[in-house]
């Protein structure tokens, strides 16, 4: 077994338990299991409404957003709030129900272990 980083994978059944993923695409094959389970998130920011809402996330100040400040993407809010349900059951976001309003946060060791696991691909 490597020391390699893994890519942690947020169930929709325990939110807050991190489920290790897959290693790096050059370092071995991945399982069934584990191209299942890493698909899922790339099947999630493979629409554009959400990839959207997730570079929203991303890119506001402090690294989280309240719904309010993104639900500006050109769908009605209901279709917001299910795009960012599918975001979260992928595991790419988290988030905090504050009073009245959700705030959510970009899970920072999902986004940089995809990212590992891609950079050495063709390198």
């Not at 069934?32 to 991303?58: H, I, N, Q, W, Y």
Request: hydrophobic share 40%.
């Amino acid at each position: 077994m490597s020391n390699v980083d893994v890519l942690p994978l947020v169930g929709s059944e325990a939110p807050e338990a991190a489920v290790p993923c897959c290693p790096p695409l050059t370092e071995r094959p991945l399982t069934a299991e584990e191209a299942v389970r890493t698909a899922a998130m790339f099947k999630a920011l493979g629409d554009p409404v959400r990839l959207r809402l997730f570079s929203l996330v991303a890119a506001h100040e402090g690294g989280e957003a309240c719904v309010c400040d993104i639900s500006d993407v050109g769908v009605s809010q209901p279709t917001v709030s299910h795009h960012l349900k599918k975001l979260k059951e992928a595991g790419l976001l988290a988030s905090e129900r504050r009073g009245t309003w959700v705030y959510y946060r970009v899970e920072q060791s999902v986004l940089a272990a995809m990212g590992q696991m891609l950079r050495h691909y063709g390198a």
